[in-house]
């Protein structure tokens, strides 16, 4: 079974500076995707970033960046310049073949 | 934002009733899953369709199941509620065939449902 794991389970950040939150993951599989979503207060699941496994370039997306490391299994997300709206639980996720496997999630605190 | 939905957002059912969930979509994307969230695991499967009639259990599929008679709708049903059945539920739908895709799924409000 493929598993994600999360070792942080709140991390806070004070606005405009860079926060890096952890991310391991395991399978089996060499063809895969890995996904951070951002759920703020509202419930409401986001999508931040993707990664397809067999892209060895890191993804960016404006503000969030990954080190995507897959001989290690890593796969963390930097945030920069952080603004108080990056206030939320951020989820790793693993795809492969239908199975999503989701962390137990980093809360993240944005101090002003 | 992806045009998807939930119905109803918040329900209140008692222990041994029968409860569905319906999810719609506006998108035509060919696959549709059920989650859902509970405190420290993050979300986890439940059951998933990959087209009409086509459907597939997930992690955590016993107590549930699920049917797709259009495009743009999956049921999720709970013959019996549980008090353990209490969660939020989550619907995301996904269609890796479209060009620039790559498996990633767009969720719904969720529905918070409580079973006491």
């Known amino acids: 079974a493929q598993t994600v794991t999360q070792s942080q389970p709140e991390m806070s950040v004070q606005e405009a500076e860079t926060v890096t939150l952890s991310c391991t993951y395991d399978?089996?599989?060499?063809?895969?995707?890995l996904f951070w979503y951002k759920q703020p207060p509202s419930r409401q699941m986001i999508l931040v970033i993707r990664?397809?496994?067999?892209?060895?370039q890191n993804a960016t997306e404006n503000r969030f960046s990954v080190n995507f490391q897959k001989a290690a299994k890593s796969f963390s997300l930097k945030i920069s310049d952080s603004q108080l709206g990056d206030a939320a639980m951020y989820f790793c996720?693993?795809?492969?073949?239908?199975?999503?496997?989701f962390g137990a999630g980093t809360r993240l605190t944005v101090k002003p | 934002d992806a045009g998807i939905t939930q119905s109803p957002r918040h329900k209140v059912t008692e222990t041994g009733t029968p409860v569905t969930l319906r999810c719609h979509q506006t998108?035509?994307?060919?696959?549709m899953y059920w989650y859902r969230q509970d405190p420290g695991h993050g979300l986890r499967l439940i059951h998933y369709?990959?087209?009409?009639?086509?459907?597939d259990k997930g992690e955590v599929s016993d107590g549930y199941s699920v049917s797709r008679s259009k495009t743009e709708d999956f049921l999720l049903t709970l013959e019996s509620a549980t008090s353990s059945q209490t969660s939020v539920y989550f619907c995301?739908?996904?269609?890796?065939?479209?060009?620039?895709?790559?498996?990633?799924?767009?969720f719904g409000p969720g529905t918070r449902l409580t079973v006491t």
């Open positions: 996720t693993l795809y492969n073949n239908n199975d999503m496997r």
């Open positions: 369709s990959y087209g009409v009639k086509d459907t």
């Open positions: 399978t089996s599989e060499s063809d895969y995707y």
């Open positions: 998108e035509n994307h060919r696959y």
């Open positions: 995301a739908i996904s269609d890796p065939g479209l060009a620039g895709a790559s498996y990633e799924q767009y």
């Open positions: 990664q397809e496994a067999y892209k060895q």
